[in-house]
């Protein structure tokens, strides 16, 4: 009957509607003539109607010719008839339209993905106008859009899972199942996250996100993706997901940073879901020479994974000392922390603990810099030759590159050509993608959080 009644496209395309609003109208009238207390239900679906579309109803006129006509009024002040309303909010004012039919008697109206006709911002309006307008009806609305979950009312969530062999129910409230509502406290994860994603992925930045909804989208498209901040935060989440029994199976991934092979080994044990680049950072797995040479050879320039491995070191060479530096402070920070102030002192005390604490903590680091810089730069010369690819901070060896082969104007133009071609010859895909690759899909097929060697 709403497609039917969608579809008329004629100025007199609601006339169903449009005497519906006339008799609500005439009825507030005699109220009032009356003196009655009740509700001017003709003000209810027109205020409904402003807030979900921004356009004013005005009310019934009367034309001697054609008799009663209701126009519609835009933010600029034009106005329009009825029939000049869009698709989307022809199908909104059907709603209301029903709606407040069914309220009059208690029915049930069934309503199977109203984001077909609706525009996004009509879909995040609807059940605010829904709400204020149901009273004894009855709403079921069959949906996948972000929009219309994120905007229907927690208590009225219903999940409906695939059938199988079991005697399991179908429909689950989403707040009858605790431990998701916690998900959604701990680490903001949404309602429609929850019902539309097949798994979890938490990653460090917004580069981590982007980069891999470019590389694998089938796999991404699945994935809700919560973006930590940083390495410290994406083990806290790793620590809250293990505490909370959800149903979800989930993944978190990290940059090695200067981490050595123990100390990575040790952490997968502890974080069993934990997924750690094998290189410095993203960045670092997309300087391959392989891909490098694949994009190059493509955009007309002779050069062999060979060459471009070569030509990467000699970019990386100069930042041997910025990578000595980061290691040199890291040591220091482990020997030495930031002061602690004791708990139960007041607030300025504390300040003063913390400041008095950083200059011991500072004149120990001073004292210490010349030992354990001589002790990290004899260990990261022995490390430089076979690990030069892992330890380079990447962003800059990135714009090194870029300078050496000037084909590319920007950093980013480098960027996009290679992750593109990462994406559309897995052929030529660094091994450290294809790994991770590989996990998420293990982790979207169900498997239990497996521990990487």
């Known amino acids: 009957m709403l497609d039917s009644f969608i579809r008329q496209r004629s100025p007199m395309s609601l006339p169903s509607i449009a005497s519906y609003l006339v008799t609500l109208d005439y009825q507030a009238f005699l109220a009032g ?15 409904a109607f402003g ?7 005005h009310l019934p006129e009367y034309d001697p010719v054609h008799g009663s006509n209701i126009e519609v009024e835009v933010s600029a002040g034009h106005r329009h008839g009825l029939g000049a309303l869009s698709s989307g909010e022809k199908e909104m004012l059907a709603i209301m339209y029903f709606v407040r039919r069914l309220s009059a008697s208690g029915g049930i109206l069934c309503i199977d993905e109203p984001e077909q006709h609706l525009h996004p911002t009509l879909q995040a309006a609807l059940f605010k106008a829904m709400e204020g307008l149901a009273e004894r009806a009855q709403i079921l609305v069959v949906s996948h859009s972000v929009n219309l979950i994120t905007a229907a009312p927690l208590g009225g969530l219903i ?14 409230r989403l707040k009858e199942k605790p431990d998701r509502l916690e998900l959604m406290g701990v680490l903001g994860v949404t309602p429609a996250s929850l019902l539309q994603s097949d798994a979890i992925l938490v990653v460090e930045g917004e580069t981590d996100a982007k980069w891999l909804g ?6 991404l498209g699945r994935t809700h993706v919560i973006v930590a901040g940083n390495a410290d935060k994406v083990l806290a989440a790793h620590d809250a997901l293990s505490s909370l029994p959800i149903e979800l199976p989930w993944l978190c991934l990290r940059d090695r940073d200067l981490l050595k092979d123990d100390e990575i080994a040790e952490m997968q044990s502890r974080y069993p879901a934990l997924h750690v680049w094998p290189k410095r950072a993203i960045e ?63 607030r300025f005390a504390r300040m003063e603990q913390v400041y008095r604490g950083y200059v011991e903590v500072n004149r120990n680091r001073a004292d210490e810099l010349t030992t354990v810089l001589e002790r990290e730069r004899t260990l990261l010369e022995s490390r430089w030759p076979t690990e030069w690819h892992k ?19 920007t950093v980013s133009a480098l960027e996009t050509a290679l992750l593109v071609r990462a994406r559309e010859e ?6 450290g993608f294809e790994e991770f690759r590989l996990r998420l899909a293990s982790t979207l097929g169900g498997g239990a959080p497996q521990a990487r060697a």
């Not at 999940?159 to 689950?172: R, T, W």
């Open 33 to 47: 003539r009356q003196g009655l207390d009740v509700p001017n239900e003709y003000e209810r679906l027109q205020s």
């Open 284 to 346: 670092s797995v997309l300087l391959d020479g392989r891909l490098i040479s694949r994009v190059l050879v493509l955009n007309g320039v002779n050069v062999t994974p060979t060459e471009v491995e070569g030509w990467l070191r000699e970019c990386a060479e100069p930042l041997q000392e910025e990578v000595l530096a980061a290691i040199v402070e890291r040591e220091l920070s482990r020997a030495f922390p930031p002061p602690v102030p004791a708990a139960g002192t007041g």
């Open 159 to 172: 999940d409906l899972k695939a059938p199988d062999d079991g005697s399991a129910n179908q429909l689950e």
């Open 391 to 409: 330890l380079a901070e990447p962003k800059a060896l990135m714009g090194n590159l870029q300078r050496r082969t000037p084909l590319f104007r």
């Open 51 to 57: 807030t979900a579309t921004g356009k004013g109803l």
């Open 426 to 431: 897995p052929d030529f895909r660094p091994e």
């Open 214 to 219: 470019t590389l694998f989208p089938i796999e």
